[in-house]
């Protein structure tokens, strides 16, 4: 019904850019908040950075100054360009909305998942 893929991972360099994309297709009437997670091996979700129509965009204390959250909503689709990437950025990175399908409570839908490593 509503799918999300996320894009923009790859290898990068400690010191490095990237930036991550990620589109929600389907019948979709109206997405509230758009957010970004990352997990590593062993360790619990993290939650990077969370954008909601209307408020300011809100960062994890590891990636404030670094990172930055966007949107277009004519395209349903966010964005986190990351600058200053250090090896613990490395991590599988998935997007996650708040998504309205007409005639449907509001649903959380995830993404698969984009591997961001960080090494020299």
């Known amino acids: 019904q509503v799918q999300l893929v996320e894009s923009g991972g790859g290898l990068v360099q400690p010191g490095g850019s990237l930036r991550l994309s990620c589109a929600a297709s389907?019948?979709?009437?109206?997405?509230?908040?758009m957010r970004w997670y990352r997990q590593t091996p062993g360790k619990e979700r993290e939650l990077v950075a969370t954008?909601?129509?209307?408020?300011?965009?809100n960062y994890g204390d590891s990636v404030k100054g670094r990172f930055t959250i966007s949107r277009d909503n004519a395209k349903n689709t966010v964005y986190l360009q990351m600058n200053s990437l250090r090896p613990e950025d490395t991590a599988v990175y998935y997007c996650?909305?708040?998504?309205?399908?007409?005639?449907?409570?509001?649903?959380?839908?995830w993404g698969q998942g984009t591997q961001v490593t960080v090494s020299s």
């Open positions: 996650n909305a708040d998504v309205a399908v007409a005639f449907i409570p509001i649903k959380t839908y």
């Open positions: 389907g019948n979709i009437f109206s997405i509230k908040t």
């Open positions: 954008l909601t129509n209307g408020d300011s965009p």
